[in-house]
Antibody
Framework: EVQLVESGGGLVQPGGSLRLSCSAS????????MHWVRQAPGKGLEYVSA????????YYADSVKGRFTISRDNSKNTLYLQMSSLRAEDTAVYYC??????????????WGQGTLVTVSS | QSALTQPASVSGSPGQSITISCTGT?????????VSWYQQHPGKAPKLMIY???NRPSGVSNRFSGSKSGNTASLTISGLQAEDEADYYC???????????FGTGTKVTVL
């Protein structure tokens, strides 16, 4: 069974940093692109970032470019999102999501339960 | 990257069919056959319902179907059931700096 479990969310002050982790199991992690998608309270889904299966290619939404860094450790079956210079508008539930074997195309087929990040003083 | 445009809400009676539209541009919906649809119940993670315009993942009811014409994709739910009441989001591959863009979301109400 595919499982994605996020951790690392919490309350952080504006300008602060936080690192999210996503532990994957039930599939060959190193064969799949992975993504982060967020959802602000009461709002829609927003695409945040993606990383290729070998970590060689990364992609970011304009809203987080230069502040967030996506990475992965295929030996630990873990995906990360390092967030810095956090703003109130980054407050959201962050979902770890499995894509296809390539970053582009096809659907995002497995989603974690999400971890809440709250940016507030 | 601008969000794809969906109607804010759609409603129907049990047993009826409803269709949700998702309008983009030639840089996303119209340019690629990589449109997906997601169902989200309150407090839950989204669930993939349709991928690559019209394909259903294993386990998804055949009451859900997808199509595309030009820059607009559509999700049709036939034989509407109470359990279909949820938010629905479309998504498309895009040639912009990020590989995907989501729609604005549609709340489906079963009357």
């Amino acid at each position: 069974e595919v499982q994605l479990v996020e951790s690392g969310g919490g309350l952080v002050q504006p300008g602060g940093s936080l690192r999210l982790s996503c532990s994957a199991s039930g599939f060959t992690f190193s064969s799949y692109a992975m993504h982060w998608v967020r959802q602000a309270p009461g709002k829609g889904l927003e695409y945040v970032s993606a990383i290729s299966s070998n970590g060689g290619s990364t992609y970011y939404a304009d809203s987080v470019k230069g502040r967030f860094t996506i990475s992965r450790d295929n030996s630990k079956n873990t995906l990360y999102l390092q967030m810095s210079s956090l703003r109130a508008e980054d407050t959201a539930v962050y979902y770890c999501v499995r894509g296809g074997t390539a970053v582009a195309g096809t659907g995002l087929d497995y989603w974690g339960q999400g971890t809440l990040v709250t940016v507030s003083s | 990257q601008s969000a794809l445009t969906q109607p804010a809400s759609v409603s129907g009676s049990p047993g009826q069919s409803i269709t949700i539209s998702c309008t983009g541009t030639s840089s996303d919906v119209g340019g690629y056959n990589y449109v997906s649809w997601y169902q989200q119940h309150p407090g839950k993670a989204p669930k993939l319902m349709i991928y690559d315009v019209s394909n259903r993942p294993s386990g998804v009811s055949n009451r859900f179907s997808g199509s595309k014409s030009g820059n607009t994709a559509s999700l049709t739910i036939s034989g509407l059931q109470a359990e279909d009441e949820a938010d629905y989001y479309c998504s498309s591959y895009t040639s912009s700096s990020t590989p995907y863009v989501f729609g604005t979301g549609t709340k489906v109400t079963v009357l």
